[in-house]
């Protein structure tokens, strides 16, 4: 196996909690790879960000304290990668419990195309007047720039990015290993700009479908429905028959429908999967790539 996917929040826009949204879950984005080796790699830090560091068993170190007698173990090391910064991919982030933990290294990239700063950024999600000052155990947040390469080196991963069709100057994620790509993302990104008559847009589509070229898993933005589309036209998101005809086109071997309306219960949420021959994604869930064919 080549690598584990988990969904720890699948939901677009806003939190969503209640009992018409129990199987596809509420939490807004937030995928954890983990590579055979042990590494881990988030992709966007969503509400489904807190249940994650809950899953860690943490924050016991920060509570219970580190006996003096022992040596403190090395940091477990985790990256994370914002697709971009609008409130339902950073908002799990100040809840993320490593921060506090003293037993983590996290290393942090914005992939958008902003020109402000990423690190203020961060550090006022993380500060007065949005929280209380934070008493953290001596866990280290390091925020990166993107790399001048134009791909981060993360263990065994490697992450590009390129331009969404989304306000925000939000990125479209691939995730690569030594065997090649691995993982599309595409949590917030504007299909139908490509179906314009105009040759940027034109260009644009055949750029990501060469991006994405033969994925096993592709999530992609799955907000509206075919109808619901044209209201929306330029808000920056996709319907699940859009992000079909992507996969279709790209060669992915299978397709999660992600970043689901608020608004969609899960019988819609599961309706609109099966009309357009897809799956979606399930918060909870873990997804596993095979073996390199
Ligand atoms: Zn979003
Ligand atoms: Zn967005």
């Not at 290294?105 to 700063?117: E, F, P, Y």
């Not at 999600?125 to 925020?143: D, E, H, Y």
């Not at 929306?232 to 028959?241: I, T």
């Not at 429908?257 to 219960?265: A, E, K, T, W």
Request: net charge negative; with cysteine; charged share 20%.
């Amino acid at each position: 196996m080549r690598a584990t996917i988990h969904v720890w929040g699948a939901r677009g826009t806003f939190p969503a909690p209640g009992p018409h949204t129990v199987r596809y879950g509420g939490h807004t984005s937030c995928v954890e790879v983990r590579a055979p080796d042990g590494t881990r790699l988030i992709l966007d830090a969503g509400t489904g960000l807190r249940a994650l560091g809950a899953a860690l068993g943490l924050p016991a170190v920060a509570v219970r304290g580190t006996p003096a007698s022992s040596e403190p173990p090395a940091p477990a090391l985790i990256g994370l990668v914002l697709t971009h910064r609008h409130t339902d991919h950073v908002q799990g982030l100040s809840h993320f419990s490593p921060l506090l933990s003293g037993s983590h290294a996290i290393h942090l990239w914005c992939a958008d195309d902003s020109r402000t700063a990423v690190e203020p950024f961060v550090r006022s999600l993380l500060s007065p007047p949005l929280l209380p000052p934070i008493r953290s155990a001596g866990s280290s947040l390091t925020v990166h720039p993107w790399p001048l390469g134009g791909v981060v080196h993360w263990g065994d991963l490697r992450v590009h990015r390129m331009p969404a069709q989304h306000p925000g100057d939000a990125a479209i994620l691939r995730i690569d290993d030594a065997h090649g790509p691995l993982l599309g993302y595409a949590p917030d990104n504007e299909l139908a700009t490509s179906v314009k008559r105009d040759a940027a847009a034109a260009a644009w589509r055949a750029q990501l479908v060469s991006f994405l070229r033969d994925v096993p898993l592709l999530l992609h933005d799955a907000m509206y429905t075919t109808a619901e589309l044209t209201m929306y036209e330029g808000w920056g998101h996709s319907s699940a028959a859009e992000a079909a005809a992507l996969a279709h086109d790209c060669g992915a071997k299978r397709l999660l429908l992600f970043h689901h309306h608020p608004d969609r219960r899960d019988d819609e949420v599961e309706r609109m999967a099966r009309e357009a021959g897809a799956e979606a994604a399930r918060e909870g869930a873990v997804y596993e790539i095979g073996p390199a064919t």
